[in-house]
Structure formats: C-alpha cells, structure tokens
C-alpha cells in the first residue's frame, strides 16, 4: 500500500444507470482517473459515486494506469457501468505524488463531463 492510499478507505464497486441525463459526473486527471464532480440527485450520485473517488475499475477492467480518454470511453459504452472505486479526501500536494505512487500532473489535469447521450 502505498503512502498516497488512504488506509481507512475500501474499495467499492458500485453500478451507475444512466439516466436521461447521462451519468452525471465529471472526472479530472490521467493515471489515476477521478472523480471531480457528481451532479446531486444524478445517476451517480443514485449510486453512491462521490467526489474525490479514484477510478480504479471500469466494468471490471482495471485502468489505474489508463489514460483519462480511455476511461471516458470505458464508462460511456453502454447504458450502465460498474465502477470500482477508492474514496480520497486527501489534499494531493503539488509535489504531485498521486494514487498507488502514480505522478499526477498538478494543473494540468484533462476532464470530461460525462452526461447525456
């Protein structure tokens, strides 16, 4: 376990409908992937989805050391998505030290709204 995992965390693996709006959220950052937003009452939030989860599966596919189009692309497949995923709260330095040892970039994260069809 790495110093970047929080060691009171579990995983969870939670299924995400999407819903006339699309999934409802958005996700920030490459390697580990994030969850940046969820829109309340939205399909993810349904679900159980929160704000500064680390994206670790995609339909049990692992993508950790996937890059941020390729999860998009994951989770925008199909009508519904298994999402495995860690809950971080914490403050990432700008040391950039991310999740599981992965450097993340500090500002220049990419993100993607991931609504509607």
Do not use: W
Request: aromatic residues 2%; proline residues 3%; charged residues 25%.
């Amino acid at each position: 376990m790495s110093a970047a995992e929080p060691t009171s965390q579990k995983k969870r693996t939670l299924i995400v409908h999407k819903d006339e709006s699309g999934y409802g959220l958005t996700l920030s950052g490459d390697k580990p992937t994030r969850v940046q937003t969820v829109r309340i009452n939205g399909a993810s939030h349904r679900s159980g989805v929160r704000e500064g989860d680390v994206i670790l599966k995609v339909n049990g596919q692992q993508v950790t050391d996937s890059d941020h189009i390729e999860v998009v692309k994951l989770i925008q497949g199909g009508s519904y998505v298994a999402l495995t995923v860690v809950h971080t709260s914490r403050i990432i330095p700008e040391a950039r030290v991310g999740y599981e040892g992965v450097e993340m970039e500090a500002c220049r994260s990419p993100t993607a709204s991931i609504t509607g069809t």
